[in-house]
């Protein structure tokens, strides 16, 4: 009997040593991951000043960057799970606290274009993965209202990701939270299609505003990496726009509200933008909803 129990006790030791070199071996691969420096020297852009640009940059914005970092967008809290961890996304006016005041334009590239910031790190949760689409034009125009947008003070909390946020970001379970890691920087830059209700230009914005990260990369269904969230639905012809006309889906948009789907974002798009988002979700191939 004793031999027995020693030999317990030792393979229990021995999966518990284990356990722990694999806990620490994730944190550390995360910390890595959030830590790694990318150098990024992105070409210089053209920043436009006119009254008009800055308008079309702040409709850009309203769609694009409030629904993470506030109408008004000087940051707001991101993330609050305290066991997982607690982002805030950062204030992007020129007031106190915020980035606007010391970042360059090439910084703005980087920031929105590669996800990294001014030192060259990973940003957590910026989507540039889906901005690196935007054309030189739009993002010149966000630049733009962005260097121009009325000064709020917001300090924002420093970032805190705890151990168990650590190891489960290291296991993948929070998808790509660097998006700098996916992003091929030197790449040609891709030739984004005219302002039009067409189906070149719906794919554009379907592409630039990320609907691939919950409905999956065919659109036929997925699931969004935030921690709780349902299946994204089937926008394909196989699915849920089978039944809307263009109307109708122009409706939904405006009007429907849901805490995992930015419908709010949404509707702040032109219904000439919304038109040209269904023409292209109608080109797409009938394809069976992803159920899991």
């Not at 020693?6 to 991951?33: Q, T």
């Not at 790694?36 to 436009?48: F, N, S």
């Not at 935007?134 to 125009?141: A, H, P, R, T, W």
């Not at 151990?163 to 998006?179: Q, W």
């Amino acid at each position: 009997m004793k031999k027995i129990l020693k030999l317990v006790g030792i393979v229990l030791s021995s999966l518990i040593v284990l356990l722990v070199v694999a806990v620490m071996g994730l944190s550390a691969s995360a910390r890595a991951r959030f830590n790694r420096v990318y150098d990024i020297q992105p070409a210089a852009l053209v920043i436009p000043g006119d009254a008009e640009s800055i308008a079309k940059g702040e409709h850009i914005a309203s769609i694009y960057c409030a629904n993470c970092h506030g109408d008004n967008i000087a940051g707001e809290v991101f993330f609050n799970e305290p066991v997982l961890a607690v982002i805030d996304s950062p204030n992007l006016t020129t007031g106190e606290g915020g980035i606007g005041a010391v970042y360059s334009d090439l910084d703005w590239v980087r920031a929105i274009r590669h996800g990294v910031d001014p030192q060259g790190r990973g940003l957590f949760g910026m989507p540039s993965k889906d901005f690196y689409y935007f054309s030189d034009e739009d993002l010149g125009n966000i630049i733009a209202y962005l260097k121009t947008v009325s000064p709020v003070d917001n300090q924002s909390n420093t970032s805190e990701v705890t151990l168990i946020g650590n190891v489960l970001t290291g296991l993948g379970l929070f998808g790509d939270v660097i998006n700098a890691e996916n992003i091929t920087h030197t790449a040609p830059r891709p030739i984004a299609p005219a302002r039009a209700v067409s189906v070149a230009y719906g794919g554009y914005l379907v592409t630039t505003v990320g609907c691939a990260t919950c409905h999956g990369e065919q659109l036929a269904g997925g699931l969004s990496p935030v921690p709780g969230s349902p299946l994204g639905p089937n926008m394909t012809p196989g699915g849920v726009l089978a039944d809307w006309t263009q109307q109708e889906f122009i409706n939904i948009i405006r009007v429907r509200r849901s805490e995992w789907m930015p419908f709010e974002s949404f509707s702040k798009m032109s219904d000439d933008e919304l038109a040209a988002i269904f023409l292209y979700l109608q080109s797409l191939p009938e394809l069976a909803t992803v159920v899991k």
